[in-house]
């Protein structure tokens, strides 16, 4: 009898396991991160109104370059931007953004992109 119990926590412990886990990976495979802005910002070209923006790696396995820019209700697609691989030497535990200067009167422009954990990121390109 006792080892039946210890099969059916066994058993329950891997389904657990098997659910949750695809789940978990799924934003680690898009790097799917909301972003709010409280002033414009210029990515690839594009200026971002201040505001709340979803930045996530395109659903392609062959090229992990391409950003998606969605708005914050995640229903209106904003941008698709080309990137180039960067890194960093240390990692965070959150989202860095790593911002360029501008000429006066410009918004300022997002260089990089670091999701949280990561030491290779997203260089935005013009």
Do not use: H
Request: one cysteine or more; hydrophobic letters at 40%.
């Amino acid at each position: 009898m006792r080892s039946l119990k210890v099969v059916f926590y066994a058993l329950c412990t891997l389904l657990v396991y098997v659910t949750l886990v695809p789940s978990v990976r799924a934003d680690e495979w898009d790097k799917r991160t909301i972003i709010k802005f409280s002033e414009p910002v210029e990515v690839g070209g594009k200026v971002l109104q201040a505001g709340t923006y979803i930045f996530q790696l395109m659903n392609d396995p062959s090229d992990r370059n391409i950003v998606q820019i969605w708005n914050d209700d995640d229903n209106q697609f904003v941008a698709t931007i080309f990137t180039i691989p960067c890194s960093r030497m240390e990692t965070t535990d959150r989202t860095v953004i790593d911002l360029e200067e501008r000429p006066i009167g410009s918004p300022m422009a997002i260089k990089e992109w670091f999701y949280p954990g990561d030491s290779a990121g997203q260089e935005f390109v013009d």
